[in-house]
């Protein structure tokens, strides 16, 4: 298995507090993703990053930021939470822009309440 | 802009009968497809992949998919499953010339029964 662990994998907030998920890994791929899985919609990409401090955004950005200050860390903030993000958040790499395979973390649970 | 349309939600099946998951893609470009597998509480896993060559791509656990660029379809098939297929698959692509975004299907589960 690819090395990716997620962090916290489960955590309950409040609405209106920052929360920040953290992604590590230990392949020393270039490119990493944040996603959120919900019921009927599949993976959606929140924001992606392809290199230390070079980050942009998905399908799904508003109310997150992230950042990127180390290859092997990629940090998503939610700024103040809110309860349509409870999702379930995963983290992906990927090797080269070509994206022949993603490896997937396993997964952070984030209920908002 | 790409989407990709899985149209059954869930698909029951017995054991040992086959199965098809349905995966219909929307791009002007060039794509690469994909399959991901998620097991219970687990993160996603790559099945299999369509990148070029051979329209028809197999995985290591006896499923395979077949690229019909005509009707823009990825379909994924096994002839005889296992109580073990039982989780979700999700159909993916990407665009060749920006492949390092990935659009995700909603996701079909395989539920396999005795």
């Known amino acids: 298995d690819a090395g990716i662990t997620q962090s916290p994998r489960h955590k309950v907030t409040e609405t209106g507090t920052p929360v920040t998920l953290r992604c590590h890994q230990t392949?020393?791929?270039?490119?990493m993703y944040w996603y959120r899985q919900d019921p009927g919609h599949g993976l959606r990409l929140i924001h992606y990053?392809?290199?230390?401090?070079?980050?942009d955004k998905g399908e799904v950005s508003d109310g997150y930021s992230v950042s990127r200050s180390k290859t092997e860390d990629f940090l998503l903030t939610l700024e103040s939470a809110t309860s349509s993000q409870t999702s379930v958040y995963f983290c992906?790499?990927?090797?080269?822009?070509?994206?022949?395979?993603?490896?997937f973390g396993q997964g952070t649970r984030l209920t908002v309440v | 802009a790409q989407s990709v349309t899985q149209l059954d939600s869930q698909v029951p099946v017995f054991e040992e009968a086959p199965v098809e998951l349905r995966c219909n893609y929307s791009?002007?470009?060039?794509?690469?497809l994909f399959w991901y597998v998620q097991y219970p509480n687990q993160g996603l896993q790559l099945l299999l992949k369509?990148?070029?060559?051979?329209?028809l791509v197999e995985s290591i656990n006896g499923f395979e998919a077949e690229f019909n660029k005509s009707q823009t379809s990825f379909h994924l098939r096994k002839p005889s499953v296992h109580i073990s297929d039982t989780a979700e698959y999700f159909c993916?692509?990407?665009?060749?010339?920006?492949?390092?975004?990935?659009?995700f299907g909603s996701g079909t589960r395989l539920l396999v029964r005795p």
């Open positions: 992906a790499i990927s090797e080269t822009d070509r994206n022949t395979e993603a490896f």
């Open positions: 392949e020393n791929h270039r490119y």
């Open positions: 990053s392809y290199g230390v401090k070079d980050t």
């Open positions: 791009s002007s470009v060039s794509v690469y």
């Open positions: 369509y990148l070029s060559g051979s329209t």
């Open positions: 993916a692509v990407s665009e060749t010339d920006s492949s390092y975004k990935l659009i």
